[in-house]
């Protein structure tokens, strides 16, 4: 089995030059492929020098970019995906790959709370942790992070649905899960991160996160979204038909404006619903083409 080890690094000389070495000790094989996300330091000398195969881009596209583009390029039958910065030990591949072994196409690394960045991190990757666990019904230790190994030609079939985004770790976990592709979960401690600081920025990005909830939920099930939405509608409009039955002994404007809601909601719901086991059977047809071909 060939194992590509992909890196997105951003501006990660630093954290490059302790992880590189120790990757190539543990795994001399694996192709090690570091995709330069426009760095503006030493990073795509540093990947080079340690003898990693670099893929640079003139400007920065983004984690999620970098990811696709390293796996379009990756040449192994399993890929590995962690990050650039030292959070993520080398050594630790191999729970992962064993774990892969068992008849998984995903294993990913579960951090715990000592692995999240900091308090407000750790609450929001629990909120989607759990909402991603109640969409799916299996339990979700870990939806954002970024160290996971996947059979290569499985994920390659979801890299359009894939933001450039930080949220490339939150849609193809929902996207093995909603094609039936066994995903696994194998604790891992986390070390801090080497060099400059996180590229996430608190208030963009916490809102897009609260987005991220809202595609998840579109991605997956959007029954299990909109149904709840157009019931709370419902239940709103009988409740204030009640009361000013009541009081007015009338059917009020409002009232029906909330009757309305609800259908619409609904019907919107059916027909994402619709959409999504469209889009999937699109996938897994033109991967089973590619396949034939």
């Known amino acids: 089995m060939r194992i590509s080890v992909v890196l997105p690094a951003k501006n990660e000389a630093e954290g490059l030059a302790g992880t590189l070495p120790a990757l190539r000790a543990r795994w001399p094989q694996a192709e090690v492929v570091v995709v330069d996300d426009g760095s503006t330091d030493a990073t795509a000398a ?5 003898g990693a195969r670099v893929l640079s881009s003139p400007y920065s596209m983004g984690n999620g970019a970098a990811i696709k583009r390293g796996a379009r390029e990756a040449t192994g039958d399993v890929i590995v995906f962690m990050d650039a910065d030292g959070q993520h030990d080398p050594a630790h591949i191999e729970l992962l790959l064993s774990k892969l072994d068992e008849g998984y196409d995903m294993v990913v690394g579960a951090r715990d709370d000592s692995g999240q960045a900091n308090l407000h991190r750790g609450l929001a990757n629990r909120l989607y942790n759990r909402l991603a666990s109640w969409m799916t019904g299996h339990a979700i230790l870990d939806l954002t992070s970024g160290f996971r190994a996947v059979r290569a030609d499985k994920f390659r079939e979801f890299l359009h649905l894939l933001p450039n985004g930080f949220s490339y770790p939150t849609t193809s976990t929902m996207a093995f899960f909603r094609s039936a592709y066994p995903v696994a979960y194998v604790p891992i401690p986390v070390a ?8 996430i920025r608190p208030i963009k990005d916490g809102i897009r996160f609260l987005l991220i909830i809202f595609k998840i939920a579109t991605l997956y099930s959007p029954l299990k979204l909109f149904a709840p939405a157009a019931g709370a509608f419902f239940l709103l409009g009988m409740g204030y038909y009640g009361y000013t039955f009541l009081v007015q002994h009338r059917l009020t404007n409002m009232s029906v404006l909330l009757f309305s809601a609800a259908v619409i909601v609904f019907l919107i719901g059916l027909i994402s619903e619709q959409i999504t086991s469209l889009t999937f059977l699109s996938v897994r047809s033109g991967a089973q083409t590619t396949k034939g071909d």
């Not at 540093?46 to 340690?50: G, I, M, P, R, Y």
């Not at 801090?192 to 590229?199: F, I, P, T």
């Open 192 to 199: 801090k991160r080497v060099g400059n600081n996180s590229h």
């Open 46 to 50: 540093v990947a080079t020098e340690h």
